[in-house]
Structure formats: structure tokens, C-alpha cells
């Protein structure tokens, strides 16, 4: 059986070939954690904008009355990224060019979630 982080390495790396172009596990105040992307600049910045990107949409969500878990969408004409929650201190952040629709991401983005939900829980799927 892989070990934890071999198990995470492979989830991030399954959302290649589910068509994203980059999978990154970020802590929610901003930490990278791993990355499949080696084009990102500053990979600390990228992970600090996405966990604040993250965490502004949950408190202005929690100002509303909701309390459901937030999946984060930005959405242009060239690309998107997706942001999960995998845990409570890991968020999933995922790149997309502008081949996928929304639903598509949205789908593919859960179900990679959840691969590396049970990653990162150490259980097998």
C-alpha cells in the first residue's frame, strides 16, 4: 500500500488526466502544501491568493446564514480555478483552460476532491 503522501502525489496527478492543467493542496491560511504545476511563479503566493480567495468567500457566505462547505469558481475566457475544501486545513486548488464548462469543472472537480479527501484521511478508496 502507498504511503500518505505517495497517495496524495497520485490524486493531485489524476487530475492531469481528468483534464486540469495543474492540482495543488494548499493549507487554508495560505501554505502550499504539494503541486503538480511547475509553471506557477511564486507557488507561496498562488497558495496564499487561493486560501484567501477561499476564506473571503466563506465569510461573506457565513454572513448570509450559509454554512455549507464552499467549492470556489473563477471562471474567464482563458481558464478557471476550482478551490475545494479536502479537510479541514487542506484546500484542493485546481487549474483549468477554457475547455471545460462549468458543470464539467464542477463534476470533475468533486470527484477529485474526494480522491484526495481519502488521501489525505490515509483510508483507501
Known sequence: ???????????????????????SLV???????QTTDSRVGSPETFAAMSAALVGAAEAA??????????RVVAHTPTGSLVAVGVSDD????????????????QTNADAIGNKV???????RP
Open 1 to 23: 500500500m502507498p504511503d500518505k503522501q505517495q497517495a496524495i502525489r497520485d490524486a493531485l496527478q489524476a487530475a492531469l488526466r481528468d483534464g486540469f492543467v495543474a492540482a
Open 27 to 33: 493549507t487554508r491560511d495560505g501554505i502550499n502544501v
Open 61 to 70: 457566505l457565513f454572513e448570509r446564514g450559509v454554512i455549507d462547505a464552499v
Open 90 to 105: 487542506l484546500l484542493l486548488v485546481l487549474l483549468a483552460e477554457k475547455t471545460k464548462s462549468l458543470g464539467e469543472l
Open 117 to 123: 479527501r481519502v488521501a489525505v484521511a490515509g483510508a
